[in-house]
């Protein structure tokens, strides 16, 4: 990461010997996106990808995406 001036957002373990350094906010988002991500592949079309057409995937991941948020 340090070589293509990457910000690591992952902490490091807790028994690591040395600590590298990370951005909590950007941590708490990329966990807020991971969560999103679980929650889409809760949906079996979704996960298994049963539309031919990318439009009516997305279409799918839309509805999905409008449930997730209302329950």
Same mark, same amino acid.
């Given at each position: 990461?340090?070589?293509?001036?990457?910000?690591?957002?992952?902490?490091? !373990?807790?028994? =690591?010997? +040395?600590? &590298?350094?990370? *951005? @909590?906010?950007?941590?708490?988002?990329?966990?807020? %996106?991971?969560?999103?991500?679980?929650?889409? !592949?809760?949906? =079996?079309? +979704?996960? &298994?990808?049963? *539309? @031919?057409?990318?439009?009516?995937?997305?279409?799918? %991941?839309?509805?999905?995406?409008?449930?997730?948020?209302?329950?």
């Amino acid at each position: 990461l340090a070589d293509r001036k990457i910000e690591a957002c992952i902490p490091s !373990k807790s028994n =690591r010997k +040395i600590q &590298t350094p990370h *951005d @909590r906010l950007l941590y708490r988002k990329r966990h807020k %996106i991971e969560n999103m991500f679980g929650k889409l !592949k809760d949906w =079996r079309r +979704i996960h &298994t990808r049963y *539309d @031919r057409c990318a439009h009516t995937f997305m279409s799918a %991941i839309a509805i999905a995406a409008i449930v997730i948020f209302w329950i």
